[in-house]
């Protein structure tokens, strides 16, 4: 019997926070498909945490493990081994509301037993801070019709802040592997390919007014410090190439006029993410890769380099370092989106 989903678990040394994680999902029922994929942990039990689960659940969880090859091919291999109809990823860190939970999955239960499943379903994450034990719920009622099937052209518009995210995205399993995304290892931020790439293959949607997914945020070697991102802004920038890559977004915009203004405006924020941590680490070789970034987006689409250039968003990786910088860090301290 198929699945109603797949939820992927990368997990990498994760013993100290995963039962959380895990107790979240097992909460959806029999119809669900766990998949942990043991990212070659060996500094704590994670391997053994995951075949334990495996015994006692062995009609819903799955376990892999692999040599270490990063949170992006962990995405990878639960996508290839999935037998749901829908595929989400849940960080190991994270959990998912558990009356949340039961509400979107019985809406997609609904629509797999008219035999029409979607493309993309939509829910709310909630950014849970630990620092200062303080909640942000980011949501999309201004953007996306409540509770009705809809279509790319039926979209409002973004808040400058505010991004459709791994948190907040249920794929068609299928569509997914359709669409041909194949996330980089030994890459962090792959998040942003897995969200942006198989956009323009969703025909179908459906948002949800609900707080799915519980984002923890705070931990001092998380991937997202500011201290973190500025020793891998190397990643960052190989992320933000594979995007500039992935699409012809005039095409897009071309077919999808709002789709097409949404990427662009996406693609643009991970220019300026990119320009201002290389502009934090502030050395001559990271200044160099920064114009070499700018360069390759010009060698691309020069049309595209023009338009993001001088766009009010992307334009603020271009200003001096003395105002990029703590306009940055304003917008994070409003927004706390890290």
Same mark, same amino acid.
């Given at each position: 019997?198929?699945?109603l989903i797949t939820?992927?678990?990368?997990?990498?040394n994760?013993?100290?926070?995963? /039962? =959380?994680?895990?107790?979240?999902?097992?909460?959806?029922g029999s119809?669900?498909?766990?998949i942990?994929v043991?990212d070659g942990s060996t500094?704590d039990d994670?391997?053994?945490i995951?075949d334990?689960?495996?015994q006692?659940?062995?009609d819903?969880?799955k376990?892999?493990?692999q040599?270490?090859g990063?949170?992006g091919?962990g995405?990878?291999q639960?996508?290839r081994h999935?037998s749901?109809?829908?595929?989400k990823v849940?960080?190991? /860190?994270?959990?998912?509301?558990e009356e949340a939970?039961h509400?979107? &999955?019985n =809406?997609?239960?609904?629509?797999?037993?008219k035999?029409?499943?979607?493309?993309?379903?939509i829910?709310?994450?909630?950014y849970?801070h630990?620092?200062?034990n303080?909640?942000?719920v980011m949501?999309y009622?201004n953007?996306?019709?409540?509770?009705?099937?809809?279509?790319w052209? !039926?979209?409002?518009h973004f808040h400058p802040?505010?991004?459709l995210?791994?948190?907040?995205?249920?794929?068609?399993t299928e569509m997914?592997?359709?669409?041909?995304v194949?996330?980089p290892?030994?890459?962090?931020y792959v998040?942003n390919?897995?969200?942006?790439?198989?956009?323009p293959?969703?025909?179908?949607?459906y948002?949800?007014?609900? !707080?799915l997914y519980?984002?923890?945020?705070g931990r001092a070697?998380?991937?997202?410090?500011?201290s973190?991102?500025?020793?891998r802004?190397d990643q960052?920038?190989r992320?933000?190439?594979?995007?500039i890559?992935?699409? /012809?977004l005039?095409?897009?915009k071309?077919?999808k006029p709002? &789709?097409g203004?949404y990427?662009?405006?996406?693609l643009?924020? $991970?220019?300026?993410?990119?320009s201002?941590? &290389?502009?934090l680490?502030?050395?001559?070789?990271?200044?160099?890769?920064k114009a070499? &970034?700018w360069e390759?987006?010009?060698?691309k !689409?020069?049309?595209?380099?023009r338009? $993001?250039?001088?766009?009010?968003?992307?334009?603020?990786?271009?200003?001096?370092?003395?105002?990029?910088?703590?306009?940055y860090r304003?917008?994070?301290?409003?927004?706390?989106?890290n």
């Open positions: 019997m198929q699945k939820f992927a678990v990368p997990c990498y994760s013993a100290a926070y995963m /039962d =959380k994680c895990v107790h979240s999902l097992l909460a959806g119809d669900i498909e766990i942990l043991d500094k994670t391997p053994a995951c334990r689960y495996a006692e659940y062995p819903i969880v376990v892999i493990h040599e270490n990063g949170h091919e995405v990878n639960g996508l999935a749901g109809v829908y595929y849940v960080d190991s /860190d994270d959990w998912l509301d939970l509400t979107v &999955l =809406k997609l239960r609904e629509f797999v037993g035999g029409h499943p979607l493309d993309l379903m829910a709310n994450y909630v849970e630990v620092e200062d303080t909640r942000k949501g009622s953007v996306f019709p409540v509770g009705k099937v809809f279509t052209k !039926d979209i409002g802040s505010q991004y995210l791994m948190h907040s995205v249920i794929y068609r997914l592997r359709q669409s041909g194949e996330l290892k030994h890459t962090f998040d390919i897995f969200v942006y790439q198989p956009l293959f969703v025909k179908t949607l948002y949800m007014d609900v !707080d519980r984002y923890f945020i070697d998380q991937s997202v410090q500011e973190v991102m500025v020793g802004v960052q920038v992320i933000t190439k594979i995007m890559d992935a699409h /012809d005039h095409a897009v071309a077919q709002k &789709l203004k990427m662009t405006n996406y643009s924020m $991970m220019m300026t993410i990119s201002i941590f &290389l502009m680490d502030g050395s001559p070789e990271k200044m160099g890769v070499a &970034l390759y987006l010009k060698a !689409d020069a049309k595209l380099y338009k $993001m250039k001088y766009a009010a968003l992307s334009a603020v990786g271009n200003l001096p370092k003395g105002i990029a910088i703590p306009g304003l917008a994070r301290k409003i927004y706390k989106f």
